[in-house]
């Protein structure tokens, strides 16, 4: 079965600064990843998405992420933050061809003036 | 774009009472889903309908079942709430026979209490 593992259950940043929420995964076969974001009382929005592509993904709000199959990896990063991009992320691998997604415990990103 | 609607966004019920969760999309997916999130626990899948009256475990279906009469709309009920599923619930919906590369679409979430 296949798991996740975000490493940072909480990141404080500084507006414009940049930031990088690391993930990591595993499985025995190929996979799809998936970051999601859930801005406070809403459900879930995605930000982007690895489908055995391009290695370096671009998303939406100026989000990209890079897959790393030897490091077994999809980190997120974005150049610069704003104080919207306050939010949880989540990570979530699903095996290619397979029918059961499964989530990180999800990152708290809080955007500080 | 598509449009994933809970029937609720707060519950308060009581232990022991039957509790039916409601999600209805409007963009004719074949496939549903019902999450429950806890905080450093992310999402877990506790059922999931790839088409009418189909459904499928997830990894915590124990206390739970769910009702897949119509295509539009899936039910997660609790047959006899407990404190411990005290949680919120989120339902997705994504198109396709071969989905597992598609996005999940989600609703609000609902926030259920059992006293």
């Known amino acids: 079965a296949q798991s996740v593992t975000q490493l940072d259950s909480q990141v404080p940043v500084f507006e414009e600064a940049p930031v990088e929420l690391r993930c990591n995964y595993s499985?025995?076969?190929?996979?799809?990843l998936f970051w999601y974001v859930q801005y406070p009382n809403q459900g879930l929005q995605l930000l982007l998405k690895?489908?055995?592509?391009?290695?370096l993904v671009k998303g939406i709000n100026g989000f990209e992420a890079e897959f790393n199959k030897s490091q077994t990896s999809f980190h997120l990063r974005k150049p610069s933050v704003h104080i919207s991009d306050t939010a949880e992320y989540f990570c979530a691998v699903i095996k290619a061809a397979g029918n059961k997604l499964t989530f990180g415990g999800g990152t708290r990103v809080l955007v500080k003036p | 774009d598509v449009k994933v609607t809970q029937s609720s966004r707060y519950l308060v019920k009581r232990t022991g009472e039957k509790v039916f969760l409601e999600c209805v999309q409007d963009?004719?997916?074949?496939?549903m889903f019902w999450y429950r999130q806890d905080p450093g626990l992310g999402l877990r899948l506790i059922y999931f309908?790839?088409?009418?009256?189909?459904?499928e475990k997830g990894d915590i279906p124990e206390g739970y079942s769910v009702s897949r009469e119509k295509k539009e709309r899936f039910s997660l009920i609790l047959e006899s709430a407990s404190t411990n599923q005290t949680s919120m619930y989120l339902c997705?919906?994504?198109?396709?026979?071969?989905?597992?590369?598609?996005?999940?679409?989600f609703g609000d979430g609902t926030r259920l209490s059992i006293l």
């Open positions: 963009m004719d997916h074949e496939n």
């Open positions: 499985s025995s076969v190929s996979v799809y």
């Open positions: 309908s790839y088409d009418v009256k189909m459904k």
């Open positions: 997705a919906s994504t198109q396709g026979r071969s989905w597992s590369n598609q996005p999940q679409h």
């Open positions: 690895y489908t055995s592509a391009a290695t």
